[in-house]
């Protein structure tokens, strides 16, 4: 059972016993709560069996955390190793056991700091007993030692510098966790609020409320959990289901928040709102990329561990030589675990920290590894080395009963049915001239390839050459010389066929960036040195780009199926691949690279499954993440030849006695303290 223990505006404290039954949850609990909107900071106690949650009450209220914790089913939790979070009371509490060693009787001395330490020397037997070597086993052994010696003061000094080291460690750790947590969660948005006469007005979906009917379009997230009254649409639900495939939602089927539109107009019905709403999928892609353990944060946490190995042999080869306990206790006093194990995570979090302000998204620490290790980098062309907002150049009629008008008023009343940006301009070029709507019947939307539907109960498909032609039998040769001249031109070309037979075509025109030159460039200057680029154009005009911007290889006519082939036969070459895209059909593209980034504009699907998410629509942000990555590899490597060359000559210091138990453990609780702000101040830009 889970009681308040106290609360007050923007703190709650919640206390249960089965927290003390149920030890090693507490990461578990912090999974299931960090993502509820409002919610700043969550601190587990299991040893207390308490719950600290400080929110903003002005988004939430403690009755909401109290019915989310109630509703927690501990028997489902996953355990993990936990440790002791350190509070300012405990600095406090170890402070005035100094003084009470310094101030007080002995007798009364040594009971202070026998209740003090003791948490400490259990902690070390506890470890002793599992057969683990690790720096609680060192801690515990120079207070034991300290303590036998009747030594309290240097006991309680030694135990108070533990605790402070200990806390600063945790509070810089769960700043960086706080300050992630902020910049990841998503943001709010506005939708359109429709009353019970039909009007409708512009809302912020943090003020929907149970009951309030909203109207949705393409492109647009699902604030709150509801039911469909009005409409159908294909909703993106990968970010709850991981499908690929956006499914079709039709009147009075349920939608979640945090997935999104991807076809169609529906009006919801909210049941769920605020935090209610906050899917589990939120929660997880934060907590995954804050406690993922890398594959070097592994190589320090097993260097730390076996540096533990060398400290316990230096104690005792000095105690073999000098009998010395005071000797023994200060070198016991120095470890390399803690600024090993700890200046990793930290300077992951600080890079990931600093790369979210400039608008780049690491999804945890191994991102930041792959992205160094990159050595070949594969762009999707239209929307990533080009805008993907095109527009209309050319129509061009084949057809003696149909006008160019005719064309673009048939193709743009077709195209309004789906949200792809060629689709758009389409329909925004109708609109700009005034063409008038043609009925038609219901449009099936052919991933990668185009749109079918009927005109007078006549096949009418719109799609890429490739497609009309290998999947639909169209004829082109009698128009092949028109197509040919504006492909030379470097038009993108859209196809419409009515009965099997070509009647027209569209020429689109994209924009090249105007950083893609400068990225390319920059990109090899960072050892990112074969570059390739995937379009779907045909292979003239893809060739013709890849020319201009010096591409190592050209793929042309791709596929979603073709795209995830190039990247494996360039894995089979020996490259670590990154690829670039922002579309639905470069997700398996995006999954099979070593590292997947996804442009801004991109689908909601491909954001999910990149490793990277470039939050501004700026090709460069590729050149700031591949620096961002080196930046904190450096640092790293440099933090461990710190913490090596400085913990051990403090360690010679101690074991040549011209170090105190007392100085040894503030030399080195500096030391960790030390590095652990150079991790931090990466930070921060400059």
Not at 39 to 60: F, K, M
Not at 309 to 337: E, P, W
Not at 587 to 609: F, N, W
């Amino acid at each position: 059972m889970i009681t308040v223990q106290n609360s007050f505006p923007g703190r709650i404290r919640f206390k249960s016993r089965a927290l003390i039954q149920h030890r090693g949850i507490g990461d578990w609990i912090k999974q299931s709560l960090i993502a509820i909107q409002g919610v700043r900071e969550i601190r587990v106690n299991e040893y207390a069996g308490s719950v600290v949650v400080e929110y903003d009450p002005q988004l939430l209220d403690s009755e909401t955390i109290q019915a989310r914790i109630s509703a927690l089913n501990l028997s489902e939790a996953e355990y993990t190793a936990t440790e002791h979070q350190y509070t300012r009371g405990d600095v406090a509490l170890n402070l005035i056991g100094v003084l009470s060693a310094i101030l007080l009787p002995q007798h009364l001395g040594a009971l202070s700091t026998a209740t003090l330490i003791a948490p400490s020397l259990l902690t070390g037997l506890s470890e002793l007993r599992d057969r683990r070597l690790s720096v609680e086993v060192l801690d515990a052994v120079a207070l034991g030692l300290s303590f036998w010696r009747e030594d309290y003061r240097t006991a309680m000094v030694t135990q108070s510098l533990i605790s402070l080291g200990e806390y600063m460690e945790q509070r810089t750790s769960r700043n960086s966790d706080q300050l992630l947590a902020d910049l990841m969660t998503p943001q709010d948005t506005v939708v359109w609020l429709v009353d019970e006469n039909g009007h409708r007005e512009q809302r912020h979906s943090t003020l929907l409320k149970e009951g309030d009917l909203i109207e949705l379009s393409p492109g647009d997230a699902i604030p709150a959990d509801g039911h469909i009254e009005e409409g159908m649409a294909l909703i993106n639900q990968a970010s709850l289901t991981g499908e690929s495939v956006p499914v079709r939602r039709e009147t009075d089927a349920l939608v979640y928040s945090g997935t999104s539109i991807h076809e169609g107009q529906i009006k919801v019905r909210i049941e769920k709102t605020g935090s209610e709403s906050t899917t589990a999928q939120i929660a997880k892609l934060i907590y995954d990329s804050l406690s993922e353990k890398s594959e070097t944060q592994q190589i320090t946490q097993d260097m730390a561990d076996r540096r533990v190995k060398i400290t316990l042999g230096m104690g005792a080869g000095v105690f073999l030589l000098t009998q010395d306990i005071n000797r023994v206790a200060s070198v016991f006093l120095v470890d390399y675990s803690c600024a090993l194990k700890l200046s990793t995570p930290v300077t992951f979090k600080s890079i990931m920290f600093r790369a979210a302000q400039n608008g780049i998204l690491l999804k945890g620490g191994s991102a930041i590894e792959k992205l160094v290790k990159v050595d070949t980098c594969v762009f999707d062309k239209t929307g990533t080395l080009t805008y993907g907002d095109m527009e209309v150049t050319d129509i061009v009629s084949f057809s003696n009963s149909n006008s160019a008008r005719d064309i673009l008023a048939i193709s743009a009343s077709v195209e309004e049915h789906s949200n792809h940006p060629l689709s758009q301009a389409i329909v925004n070029a109708a609109r700009n001239h005034q063409l008038p709507h043609i009925d038609h019947g219901e449009v099936e939307y052919i991933i990668a390839h185009g749109l079918r539907t009927t005109l007078s109960d006549h096949a009418l498909i719109i799609g890429s050459r490739h497609f009309l032609e290998a999947h639909e039998a169209v004829d082109f040769s009698p128009c092949e010389d028109q197509i040919t001249s504006y492909e030379a031109i470097g038009r993108h070309l859209l196809f419409i066929s009515f009965e099997g037979e070509l009647i027209g075509m569209i020429g689109l025109r994209d924009h090249l960036r105007e950083d893609a030159f400068k990225t390319l460039e920059q990109l090899r200057e960072l050892g990112v040195n074969h570059l390739v680029m995937i379009s779907g154009d045909r292979k003239f005009k893809a060739q013709k780009l890849g020319d201009e911007m010096h591409f190592d290889e050209v793929h042309a006519e791709a596929t979603p199926e073709s795209k995830s082939s190039i990247i494996e036969s360039l894995q089979a070459r020996g490259h670590t691949v990154m690829f670039v895209g922002d579309g639905v059909n470069d997700a398996p593209a995006l999954s099979k690279a070593d590292i997947g980034i996804a442009m801004c504009m991109g689908t909601e699907l491909a954001r999910q499954v990149a490793d990277v998410v470039l939050l501004h629509d700026q090709l460069y942000s590729l050149v700031e993440a591949r620096k961002l990555a080196q930046m904190a590899m450096s640092v790293i490597q440099s933090n461990i030849k710190i913490a090596e060359y400085v913990n051990s000559g403090i360690m010679l210091a101690a074991a040549m006695g011209w170090l105190s138990p007392t100085m040894s453990s503030l030399l080195h609780n500096s030391t960790t303290l030390g590095i652990l702000a150079r991790s931090v101040s990466v930070r921060h830009s400059g």
